[in-house]
C-alpha cells in the first residue's frame, strides 16, 4: 500500500481528491473538485440538490470512473486499485439499498460473509448492529415489511458491518425521526472515536454541525468553500440568540445593555421593538450563556429564549449570492442519468 501523506497541521489524509471531473452529457458534474479528508475525521460535504455530491461518493467508492483527475481512499488509488479499496469502504446512500426477501438479519449476515468474516464473527456483528439500531425484535423478519425508517436503519448497520476505515454517508438521515436521527449520529461518533474517517453529504447545517470536524460547499460540481463549522457559520452570522424580554418595551434597553457589556466574541444585539425581541449573533454555546447570564444579572425578565441555525440556504446566499435549491443548472438530471447508468455498472462489478 502506497503510504499517505500528511497534511498541513500534521494529519494523516484518508482521502485525497485532485481535479476531480466528471461530465454527463455536456453537463460537469464535478469541475476539478479538490479535497482532503484527515484520517480519524468527518468531513462534511454541503451543497444544494445537483451540486455533485453524490457523484463525488460515486467516483470515491469506484461505481463511476472519472474523466479526469485523481483520487486516493485509504492509501489505494480508486482507478487502478478498486478490488482492494472496496474492502476498506462502507458506503448508504441516499436510499436503503437492502434485500427485500431477505430478513433482516440474513441482510447483516450476508455482507459478512460476503466481507469474508467467519460464521461465528458474522452473526456475532450482524446481532451487535442489530441491537445499536433497535432492530433486534424485527431481526427475522423479511426486510420487505420494514417501514421505511427501518429499512435505512438496516442499510446503515450494513454499510458499517465491516468495520470500515473509510465510511461513506450520502445523506444518511433524509427522512429519519428525530431518535432515529439520533441513532445514527451515535453510531458515527462512535466509529470516529474508533478511527474510522466519514465523508458526510448533508443538506442539514445541524447535521454538519453535529458530526463534523470540518465542512466543503460544492456548488455546480466547484468547491466554492471550506473550513471548520464555525468559520462557515461565520459567514452567515453564526447562530442567532433570540430573546423576548417579559415586557416587550424594554427589548432596545436589553440590546444596549448587551452591547456595551463588551462580551467576548459578541459584537452587539438588535432590537425588533415592534415584536419585543432581542436578536444576538452567536458563535458558542460559551457565548449564548454569558449573554443570558448577562441580561439576567441586569434585571430583565425573560418571558422566552431561542435559538437560530443559519439553513443550508443562508449559507449558499451568503457564499454565492443565490439560494442553494433550485439552482437550475441541470446537474441534478444529469447526476441522475448517471445514476441509472451506473446500476449496470455496479451489477457488473459484482458479478466480477
Known amino acids: 500500500m502506497t503510504t499517505r501523506r500528511l497534511t498541513d497541521n500534521g494529519g494523516t489524509a484518508a482521502v485525497e481528491v485532485r481535479g476531480l471531473v466528471k461530465h454527463f452529457g455536456a453537463t460537469k458534474a464535478l469541475d476539478g473538485v479538490d479535497l482532503e479528508v484527515r484520517q480519524g475525521t468527518v468531513l462534511g460535504v454541503l451543497g444544494p440538490n445537483g451540486a455533485g455530491k ?12 472519472p474523466d479526469a483527475g485523481s483520487a486516493r481512499v485509504a492509501g489505494y488509488d480508486v482507478l487502478t486499485q478498486p478490488r482492494q479499496l472496496r474492502r476498506v469502504i462502507g458506503m448508504t446512500g441516499q436510499y436503503a439499498s437492502v434485500d427485500e426477501k431477505l430478513s433482516g438479519r440474513e441482510n447483516l449476515y450476508m455482507i459478512g460473509r460476503l466481507l469474508d468474516l467467519s460464521r461465528k464473527d458474522a452473526r456475532a456483528r450482524a446481532d451487535e448492529l442489530l441491537e445499536r439500531f433497535s432492530l433486534t425484535e424485527a431481526a427475522k423478519r423479511p426486510a420487505m415489511h420494514y417501514s421505511g425508517g427501518m429499512r435505512r436503519r438496516l442499510d446503515l448497520a450494513a454499510s458499517m458491518i465491516g468495520r470500515p476505515a473509510v465510511l461513506y454517508l450520502d445523506e444518511p438521515t433524509t427522512g429519519l425521526d428525530p431518535r432515529t436521527r439520533n441513532e445514527v449520529w451515535e453510531e458515527v461518533q462512535r466509529m470516529v472515536a474508533d478511527g474510522a474517517t466519514v465523508l458526510l453529504t448533508t443538506q442539514y447545517m445541524e447535521e454538519a454541525e453535529q458530526l463534523a470536524h470540518e465542512l466543503t460547499v460544492v456548488d455546480r460540481g466547484r468547491v466554492i468553500a471550506s473550513g471548520k463549522v464555525a468559520e462557515l457559520k461565520a459567514k452567515v452570522g453564526g447562530r442567532t440568540l433570540q430573546i423576548r424580554p417579559t415586557d416587550p418595551d424594554q427589548a432596545a434597553a436589553m440590546a444596549a445593555a448587551i452591547g456595551q457589556a463588551g462580551l467576548d466574541g459578541v459584537a452587539g444585539a438588535n432590537a425588533d421593538p415592534a415584536e419585543g425581541l432581542v436578536s444576538v449573533p452567536i458563535l458558542s ?31 449558499f446566499l451568503a457564499i454565492t449570492g443565490r439560494p442553494g435549491e433550485g439552482s437550475g443548472h441541470g446537474t441534478g438530471a444529469a447526476e441522475a442519468a448517471g445514476t441509472a447508468r451506473t446500476d449496470d455498472e455496479q451489477k457488473m462489478e459484482v458479478a466480477v
Open 54 to 65: 453524490t457523484t463525488l461518493v460515486r467516483v470515491l467508492s469506484t461505481l463511476i470512473r
Open 285 to 315: 454555546d460559551e457565548q449564548l450563556t454569558a449573554v443570558v447570564g448577562l441580561v439576567a444579572a441586569r434585571g430583565f425578565g425573560i418571558a422566552h429564549i431561542d435559538t437560530h441555525l443559519p439553513s443550508l440556504d443562508e449559507v
